[in-house]
T-cell receptor, first 113, second 115 residues
């Protein structure tokens, strides 16, 4: 069964460093998303991406964040200069059509020291 | 106002019993979808069940069913015959048709199944 994959599963970084989180959405999906979940809290929407551009972003997704689809399969989230409060689980998700279910990747647990 | 409200931070259920996890939602969009996801301690988000706002029947998927009461704006998840492996966080989520790019999640309910 096709699934969303994410790498790395865990990342530890120093405050101020740049990190890139990688995702491979399900191959025939067209809509891609990043979410964040701070430990013990709810899942928060960061950004959605369709047709090679951002279609929606939340107030969390400030200038420190960017997304890219560098090739036909990968979808990346870059945090330019990490802060302590960026420590969270980051989920990538994708869906095929507008009304279809989103399928989540297993997440990347980011720890900023 | 919260788009999705889950009022039960934690629930206990005896193995083999049924349990209902509450979810209410707030939207003025006549077209929307409601979703439930399970998050075990390993952290991944597993899709369980979907209900469309125009669906006439309540959704069912194996031991999961969704008790959809549109007038009350509630979409409770019912798990029948609980198993130890059902112990996890459960999140209710909604997507509105006019802003289909965005999913709104509730704060979750931690379910513990007792042997």
């Amino acid at each position: 069964e096709p699934e969303v994959t994410q790498t790395p599963s865990h990342q530890v970084t120093q405050m101020g460093q740049e990190v890139i989180l990688r995702c491979v959405p399900i191959s025939n999906h067209l809509y891609f998303y990043w979410y964040r979940q701070i430990l013990g809290q709810k899942v928060e929407f960061l950004v959605s991406f369709y047709n090679n551009e951002i279609s929606e972003k939340s107030e969390i997704f400030d200038d420190q964040f960017s997304v890219e689809r560098p090739d036909g399969s990968n979808f990346t989230l870059k945090i330019r200069s990490t802060k302590l409060e960026d420590s969270a689980m980051y989920f990538c998700a994708s869906n095929g059509g507008r009304q279809e279910t989103q399928y989540f990747g297993p997440g990347t647990r980011l720890l900023v020291l | 106002a919260q788009k999705i409200t889950q009022t039960q931070p934690g629930m206990f259920v005896q193995e083999k019993e049924a349990v209902t996890l509450d979810c209410t939602y707030d939207t003025s969009d006549p077209s929307y979808g409601l979703f439930w996801y399970k998050q075990p301690s390993s952290g991944e988000m597993i899709f369980l069940i979907y209900q469309g706002s125009y669906d006439q029947q309540n959704a069912t998927e194996g031991r999961y069913s969704l008790n959809f009461q549109k007038a009350r704006k509630s979409a409770n998840l019912v798990i029948s015959a609980s198993q130890l492996g059902d112990s996890a966080m459960y999140f209710c989520a909604m997507r509105e048709a006019y802003n289909f790019n965005k999913f709104y999640f509730g704060s979750g309910t931690k379910l513990n199944v007792k042997p």
